[in-house]
């Protein structure tokens, strides 16, 4: 099994910023994407960012602009710097690793979550 630990959730301002980390262990999967969903008090989860094996990504409408997603191979860690942030983004932010164990895709591997709260 793969497990995400995350980190760099907290309290910013309008307008600041913050960078949010998750990085990956264990052995016996290919993690083929990795990326973020968010979820605010009283909706559905929705996607964030994602970036694929060769450096791909796909950015929320919302977020188009103000968030960057990044991968560190080395590491099995991918990031999402925050910037421009608004009260919206407010929300419990998990990452996820897509897993493929040889050719069969076996489905994503989710963190915990971390808060991030944005004050107007």
Do not use: H
């Not at 796909?58 to 188009?64: C, G, L, P, W």
């Amino acid at each position: 099994q793969v497990q995400l630990a995350e980190s760099g959730g907290g309290l910013v301002q309008a307008g600041g910023s913050l960078r949010l980390s998750c990085a990956a262990s264990g052995s016996g999967f290919r993690i083929i994407d990795m990326g973020w969903n968010r979820q605010a008090p009283g909706k559905e989860r929705v996607l964030v960012a994602t970036i694929r094996t060769g450096g791909s990504t796909v950015y929320a409408d919302s977020v188009k602009g103000r968030f960057t997603i990044s991968r560190d191979y080395t590491k099995n860690t991918v990031y999402l710097q925050m910037n421009s942030l608004k009260p919206e983004d407010t929300a419990v932010y998990y990452c996820y690793a897509g897993l493929y164990s040889g050719l069969t895709y076996v489905g994503r591997s989710w963190g915990q979550g971390t808060q991030v709260t944005v004050s107007s």
